[in-house]
């Protein structure tokens, strides 16, 4: 088994590393501050490819793997998680698209994804619905022009703030198979958001719901068929939890990257507390903890990249993993720091924030729990 990276993916890292460093860092505080990012950063990062990183080239994408992508966005991450974990849902509608898309569906709305002049949000939870995604009840009723939707999506990263929404809407019987895929364009009659959210973390993306009221959407805006939109969603999240479980990835990194570097300028007693065997101990277990988790997540990524029977359930595994082991790692470097730890200036406690959530979005690690032992009692 051969678990280096290719010259290539390696190339890859240093890029988004990099331009991470330049473009992302220096800013991502002043960001969480205003609450927003600023939409000049996303063409420059569409010059770089990763608009649309799952997209065929033909469209404007790259092309790219599902390992690729977690190398794309452990890197951002090591900058800002919750930028680098926005790029990511944008991604996920560019991959849905591109997969399940009609030809004259993916030439209406890929190039302008890849190029990222249209900012693209993931809309299924609703108020009522979020575990239980199947349930979810905004309504999208033929009408002589297309459709017509009625409803609420609920924590939507993105909301009021990107050019167009994928949406999870019920056009038939209840249950996952009555469930279809639109695309609404921000400035549609009838699609209005709620107040910005107040959140612990991922501060710098505005999110809010978006509501739906007598909402009129072409018929050509529909991914797909009617009543596959459930499976596309699911098939998109397998994608998601790699990219999340990555992007927690990054921030643990980052942190304990600075923890290091701290604990050898840090004194006390008379030395620096890296030189006591207690803490050392714990930079051990830390670092031993995220190099696992960084391969089980590739494993996980090779997986879904080759289509095995087990990928879903691998990806599951590696979102719980990963996530859990990325908010203790980043949370028991904040201790390490000490009181500067809980400080904004060192910038350790963003990261906890940022990371808490990784554990609930993209399928809480309940459910992933419950993913993984449903398919091992199957098999």
Not at 42 to 52: D, F, M, S, T, V
Not at 120 to 130: R, V
Not at 160 to 170: K, Q, T
Not at 243 to 248: D, T
Request: proline share 2%.
């Amino acid at each position: 088994m051969d678990f280096a990276l290719t010259e290539e993916q390696t190339l890859i890292f240093d890029m988004a590393k990099g331009f991470g460093e330049e473009h992302i860092a220096p800013f991502a505080q002043d960001w969480e501050a205003a609450g927003t990012i600023p939409k000049t950063l996303w063409p420059q990062i569409a010059e770089l490819g990763l608009g649309g990183i799952y997209v065929s080239e033909a469209y404007g994408g790259s092309g790219l793997s599902r390992l690729d992508a977690t190398l794309v966005f452990e890197a951002l991450a090591m900058s800002c998680p919750s930028v680098g974990s926005f790029l990511s849902i944008h991604n996920m509608c560019g991959g849905m698209i591109d997969k399940f898309g009609s030809e004259e569906t993916k030439q209406k709305w890929l190039p302008d994804l890849c190029a990222m002049n249209k900012v693209f949000s993931y809309c299924l939870t609703e108020p009522g619905s979020g575990s239980d995604a199947s349930a979810l009840k905004t309504r999208a009723e033929r009408s002589n022009e297309g459709y017509v939707l009625n409803g609420t999506k609920a924590f939507i990263s993105g909301g009021s703030y990107s050019d167009a929404y994928v949406c999870m809407v019920r056009t038939g019987e209840d249950g996952p198979k009555g469930i279809s895929t639109v695309v609404v364009e921000d400035g549609t009659d009838g699609l209005s958001f709620g107040a910005l959210e107040k959140k612990m973390g991922w501060l710098a993306q505005p999110t809010s719901q978006v509501q739906f009221d007598d909402c009129k959407v072409p018929a050509d805006n529909l991914i797909g068929e009617e009543g596959k939109g459930f499976s596309y969603a699911m098939n998109g999240l397998d994608g998601g939890r790699l990219n999340i479980s990555a992007s927690a990835l990054g921030g643990a990194q980052k942190a304990l990257d600075m923890t290091v570097q701290y604990m050898s300028e840090r004194k006390a007693f008379g030395k620096s507390i890296n030189q006591f065997q207690a803490l050392q101990f714990r930079l051990a277990e830390y670092e031993t903890k995220l190099q696992a988790a960084r391969t089980f997540l590739r494993q996980a990524a090779w997986k879904l990249d080759n289509g095995d029977h087990d990928a879903t359930k691998f990806c599951a595994m590696a979102k719980l993993m990963v996530t859990d082991v990325s908010f203790e790692v980043a949370n028991g470097c904040l201790q390490l720091h000490g009181g500067y730890g809980y400080l904004a200036d060192y910038g350790i406690e963003k990261i906890v924030r940022d990371l808490r959530v990784h554990q609930i979005l993209e399928g809480t690690n309940e459910i992933m729990r419950l993913i993984i032992s449903r398919q091992m009692i199957a098999a």
